[in-house]
């Protein structure tokens, strides 16, 4: 934008400026609230550029921002440019730009992050399942600090920027992925009179809109109101649907004071048709289950707008989220802040999932296609989802002698609960055709069997991170933290039936709840990093950072598996995995420190893995590593060019263990070698603004599950997007976003078996205007 705001005018424009923004907010509310069932399924969170930095709030509107200063959380006390290790924040004004609406788009600006995983086995995954550096992360996506565990797609409106960062995050947040964790900074008042509003239409019927109303209250406190309705179908897929709505009040009083008070609630209800995927035969690298099949390795594809679902398929969920945050300057170089927040998550589904194994496919003539049917059936989840959480932080800074310190020390309690409720499954799904998939029968008297399963995990943990200046070159920083958690999980399985596991009924009528595992297992955690840092230049430095991070059993997911029962890491009486990962890196901040620029090496070890012994048994002998390296840009080249660019190269393998992937090779399955994004924009003084970017995923290999019948790899691909802007006026601007520019076809997704997989998106439009006041 070309425009100004400046809010700071007199009592009398202050009047006129919140009667305006109150009349529009009051016609926006009620145009979403009208269309929630049918509002908008666009991308865009409501952009007003403002960043909270603690200990008071806001600093100016910078509508052309990708590079942020610091992260929010207060564990981080430096700059992000003397930070010693690599981390991206994804910005609200790149969101904007790209209408990136949910954390899966907001995520394409990483390069190496990605959710090439479509789940395991039967299951599909529903929810941002984001791998970073080869390993598994949607267990460790942090809401404002505090740890998200629904496996729900997350909406972008009430999301102020996105912070990544790689490598050992179990000293700053307990236990935690090996590869790092991303956290979703929230929006917050701030002691200005603003209203954004966005309306967008665009392909696949899609319809968005967004409300972002910032209003001061008196000298010191302020109210803001985010809304947002969408609905839209899925561009290149059959039935598919994304509908939502969600609205985000909050009031924050003491605002430049030294005591501050946040309460902040969000409520999310989505209403989706779920995605069950489309089937492989027919992809490069696809081969036959056996020979009496071989005739499918000359098969076609099939059309990837196939829709292998049923009319009873549905994923609803409701979010709910309530945060108070105190802050207290007790001087001007000692800050306390204590959070408390409960969420909760429910979740209830179903999606039609199928498998085209040798054993599932039912061929009638090799010659017609049209006789070639595979099996399908139901892939139910009912779930609920609860956190409570009370977290105490004090960060100071103080001398020792010539030692410059900056210190962040605190203590948690953290109660997170999992319940989920078996459901009959419906009447056995007729046979479905491989290349023409009859869509029109339901699912009916679908209700709960009386299997159940309960998981919590009780924390209670303590830190301290401290930085300290040797001298103005050199800088060296640690952090420790202790966390002590006692994980239980017990569960019951409807008796009787012929499914993999049966459990016997022993007497008791068929459909019985039987009680199968009733764990427990506590333990303590001491997770550390060191860092050391040189200042090069006034403006650039060179780092180095070892951390260590530990995920108990039952900690990514609250299950527990009995003594010498599988292969899960989450058996009793297994010891945590262990991450410790190294890095050597170097940072830079060019023109006029408005670019951010950045370099590092890295490599990650992963102990106490399974592996099945000779004699069958499974131990934790096994390593997975991961080194490479990344680069890194964030920022503007001038004024009005901003830029956001990344690349990875790393080789993620399996060491003294099994191979993971379907040929046999050492590599870590979902993890492309080579990964690049970039996306720039250009803002003309007249108003104009022209963008785009780049995504490129190498290839990459499948999981191993003893699956036939399936692609072994998934080819590399290139995507181009665009847009343009023009501003109108300062009130308001048009913005046209083109996604898949030359409509190129890939996998965007494939799951562990290699049955189904996920086409990318083709060629979309979006439209959206924006309106500021």
Not at 255 to 282: A, E, S, W
Not at 369 to 393: C, E, F, G, L
Not at 724 to 744: C, H, I, R
Not at 759 to 767: Q, S
Request: aromatic share 10%.
């Amino acid at each position: 934008m070309p425009y100004i705001k400046n809010r700071k005018c007199a009592p009398l424009c202050a009047v006129s400026q919140s009667t305006l923004a109150g009349n529009a907010a009051a016609s926006v509310l009620a145009t979403l609230m009208l269309g929630q069932s049918g509002m908008a399924a666009a991308q865009t969170p409501a952009a007003s550029g403002v960043n909270t930095l603690s200990p008071v709030t806001v600093i100016g509107e910078d509508g052309t921002s990708y590079k942020a200063n610091r992260l929010e959380s207060p564990k981080f006390t430096q700059p992000l440019v003397d930070t010693t290790q690599t981390v991206q924040v994804v910005t609200e004004q790149l969101m904007k730009d790209q209408q990136a609406t949910t954390l899966t788009e907001a995520m394409r600006n990483v390069a190496g992050a990605g959710t090439f995983y479509a789940g395991e086995n039967g299951n599909t995954s529903t929810g941002d399942a984001i791998y970073l550096r080869g390993f598994d992360t949607s267990n460790s996506i942090y809401v404002d600090g505090i740890r998200d565990i629904a496996s729900v797609k997350r909406d972008m409106f009430n999301t102020e920027a996105v912070e990544v960062i790689k490598g050992p995050s179990g000293s700053d947040y307990g236990r935690s992925a090996p590869s790092g964790s991303i956290n979703l900074v929230s929006k917050q008042p701030k002691l200005d009179n603003s209203f954004d509003a966005s309306f967008g239409i665009g392909s696949a019927r899609y319809k968005r809109s967004t409300l972002d109303w910032n209003q001061s209250i008196g000298e010191t406190s302020a109210f803001r109101l985010n809304m947002m309705g969408l609905k839209s179908d899925v561009a290149g897929r059959d039935q598919i649907e994304n509908n939502r709505w969600g609205v985000a009040p909050s009031l924050a009083f003491g605002l430049g004071t030294d005591t501050r008070v946040f309460l902040d609630f969000m409520h999310v209800k989505q209403t989706n048709v779920p995605d069950g995927g489309v089937v492989t035969i027919g992809l490069p690298g696809y081969s036959a289950p056996n020979d009496s099949l071989s005739f499918l390795d000359n098969a076609d594809t099939v059309d990837t707008n196939n829709f292998y679902g049923t009319q009873s398929d549905h994923d609803y969920s409701t979010t709910d989220m309530a945060t108070l945050r105190l802050e207290h300057d007790l001087n001007e170089n000692v800050t306390l802040r204590n959070v408390t927040r409960w969420s909760r998550t429910k979740q209830n589904y179903l999606l039609t999932s199928f498998m085209a194994g040798a054993s599932n496919l039912t061929i009638g003539d090799p010659n017609d296609p049209s006789t070639w049917y595979m099996s399908r059936s139901a892939n139910q989840k009912n779930i609920n989802n609860r956190i409570w959480t009370n977290q105490t932080n004090l960060t100071a800074k103080f001398n020792t002698g010539s030692l410059k310190h900056d210190l962040s020390t605190g203590f948690e309690f953290t109660s997170e609960m999992q319940d989920s409720y078996g459901m009959t499954p419906p009447v056995t799904y007729p046979p479905v055709n491989i290349y023409n998939p009859d869509n029109s029968i339901s699912a009916d008297g679908i209700h709960n069997n009386g299997a159940n399963a309960h998981g919590t995990t009780d924390t209670v943990a303590i830190y301290a991170f401290d930085t300290i200046d040797l001298s103005d070159a050199w800088q060296v920083n640690g952090g420790i933290r202790l966390d002590h958690y006692r994980t239980k999980y017990d569960s019951a399985t409807a008796c009787g039936g012929t499914g993999r596991n049966p459990v016997a009924c022993n007497g008791a009528p068929v459909g019985t709840p039987i009680n199968t595992v009733d764990e427990r297992i506590s333990g303590n955690l001491v997770n550390w990093k060191l860092g050391a840092l040189y200042r090069v230049a006034s403006n650039g430095n060179i780092y180095v950072n070892y951390g260590v991070s530990q995920q108990p059993p039952g900690g990514s997911n609250f299950q527990l598996a009995a003594e010498g029962n599988g292969n899960s890491a989450n058996r009793v009486d297994f010891a945590p995995q262990k991450a410790k990962t190294a890095e050597l890196g170097t940072k830079w901040e060019l023109f006029d420190r408005n670019l951010l620029v950045s370099a590092a090496l890295f490599r990650t070890e992963v102990d106490n893995e399974i592996q099945q012994d000779p004699d069958g048994t499974y131990s934790q002998t096994a390593k997975k590593r991961v080194q490479g390296l990344e680069l890194g840009a964030s920022g503007q080249i001038t004024d009005n060019w901003s830029v956001s660019a990344g690349y990875t190269i790393q080789n993620a393998t399996v060491d003294d263990g099994p191979s993971v992937t379907n040929n046999g090779s050492n590599n870590l399955s979902y993890t492309p070698k080579h990964a690049f994004s970039m996306w720039s924009t250009y803002r003309h003084p007249s108003g104009f603004t022209l963008g785009g970017g780049a995504r490129y995923v190498g290839s990459m290999e499948r999981g191993s599950d003893g699956a036939t019948g399936t692609p072994e790899y998934v080819r590399a691909y290139w995507v181009f997007d665009a847009m343009a802007g023009y501003a109108v006026s300062k009130n308001l601007d048009f913005q046209l976003n083109v996604y898949n520019l030359f409509n190129k076809e890939y996998v965007a997704a494939i799951n562990k078996s290699g049955y189904r997989y996920f086409p990318g998106a083709p060629r979309t439009v979006l439209l959206t205007a924006n309106i500021h006041f």
